[in-house]
């Protein structure tokens, strides 16, 4: 019973950790890559597509 | 090496876990196309973005019917469009072998598209 | 040669050694771990290789343990997972570029700690999820709907839908909104999470002092004790992943 209680409480612990250490946290960018055969083909760079208002300046900086 | 970070919980486990599971982001964040999967990897983009309309379409169609200025011509039609677009949609998904929880894109900080 | 950023610390904030916090972490993890420092800042990084092999659990589930073990001794920025640049001098110039925000963002989460609160519906209440705190009316369907024809009868399976959405949508506000008010008294910084899948009420993370820790458990204990038919769950103390995040 100690154990079951220890093993759900770690799975769902885990699943916290993927869900912040994946989806969030400061980016570098924040990036879509499309690949074909391995070899990537398109970078969309997310920042540059929806920040449009922002300078160019802006763009390569993060802002927090 | 984990630390239990549970400081509270009540109700049932399992149920919790299912549902954390369900919203488990994917570990790559690429879409990886192959000679094989090319096909599936664009027409996945491209089914997404026609989803995206279908439901904000489907969404006004309530939101009319609701305000009750609809006749009764218009809803006959607005069933009749509906509900092809949704078969068809179904063909697609079929043909490409795709799912409901791949037809959405992870805009990173945005959020889920759908 | 690339570098993995695990994350961000205040050098004048850190009152443990960085050096040895490196070589505390480095034999813990069993990975080269050094900092690399500009002015007030560092970033704890570590060198990798490039491999064509994909990523697996362990290795994401190692990359939050470090930066946990981190914020343990000092408040940090936590990177995403997957944050690597090119070499040493990119991650100098990354921290030179974004110092600003670095600095600003450390202030907000000093002496704070993150925690996640879920509400979800419990599958035992799956026939009338919504509970009878809201009314239980069945709506009426407009005339217009009422037909054998087969356009119609999808319509207004829709349109059921639709209307059930919408009442469970209300009675979640609800939840929302007594858990909000309660919320506030203890922190400015909460964010709800949005995509989620049907079974959530609430996903909520918030930013706590970590002196008003106690409190927050009270309150949750207290939303159980109103909600006793959902499943309710309090996670914490996190590094902030959610307050530090790009805005757009």
């Not at chain 2, 094989?36 to 169609?61: F, H, P, W, Y």
Request: aromatic share 8%.
């Amino acid at each position: 019973m100690e154990n079951d209680l220890y093993d759900v409480n770690k799975e769902i612990t885990i699943l916290d950790i993927l869900d912040r250490v994946l989806t969030k946290g400061v980016v570098i960018t924040g990036d879509i890559v499309i690949s074909v055969a391995d070899i990537d083909l398109i970078y969309v760079g997310l920042r540059v597509l929806l920040s449009s208002v922002e300078t160019m300046e802006k763009m390569k900086a993060i802002d927090l | 090496m984990i630390d239990d970070k549970i400081l509270f919980r009540a109700g049932s486990a399992d149920e919790i876990i299912e549902e954390l599971e369900k919203i488990k982001p994917g570990i790559q964040g690429r879409i990886i196309a192959t000679p094989d999967n090319v096909d599936s990897g664009l027409a996945k983009l491209v089914l997404t973005l026609i989803e995206l309309i279908r439901k904000l379409m489907e969404k006004q169609a309530m939101r009319r019917i609701e305000g009750g200025s609809l006749t009764d011509d218009q809803i006959e039609n607005l069933g009749e469009t509906l509900m092809k677009l949704e078969n068809k949609m179904e063909e697609l998904k079929k043909i490409f072998n795709l799912t409901d929880k791949d037809l959405n894109l992870n805009l990173g900080p945005l959020g889920d598209l759908l | 040669m690339p570098f993995v950023v695990y994350s961000i610390i205040d050098n004048t904030v850190c009152v443990v050694d960085l050096a040895h916090i490196s070589n505390e972490l480095s034999h813990k993890f069993n990975t080269n771990l050094e900092f690399a420092e500009y002015k007030n800042l560092s970033a704890l990084v570590s060198f990798v290789k490039k491999k064509d092999t994909g990523t697996t659990r362990d290795e994401v589930l190692c990359y939050a343990s470090i930066i946990d073990a981190m914020a343990a001794m000092c408040p940090v920025l936590p990177m995403r997972f997957g944050s690597v640049l090119e070499s040493y001098n990119d991650v100098l110039e990354y921290l030179s570029r974004n110092a600003d925000a670095f600095i600003r963002s450390l202030a907000l989460i000093s002496n704070k700690d993150e925690y996640s609160v879920k509400v979800l519906f419990s599958q035992s209440y799956h026939e009338d999820p919504v509970g009878n705190t809201s009314c239980n009316d069945p709506q009426p369907l407009p005339d217009i709907l009422n037909s054998t024809n087969l356009a119609r009868e999808y319509l207004s399976n829709k349109y059921k839908d639709y209307l059930s959405d919408k009442k469970k949508h209300q009675y979640t506000e609800q939840v929302k909104s007594y858990f909000m008010s309660q919320a506030l008294a203890i922190t400015d910084y909460i964010d709800f999470n949005k995509s989620l899948s049907p079974a959530f009420i609430i996903d909520a993370v918030l930013l706590i002092d970590k002196s008003k820790k106690s409190k927050l458990l009270d309150i949750v204990v207290n939303l159980r004790a109103m909600f006793p038919m959902h499943n309710v769950m309090l996670t914490g103390p996190w590094p902030a992943y959610n307050f530090t995040k790009t805005k757009i």
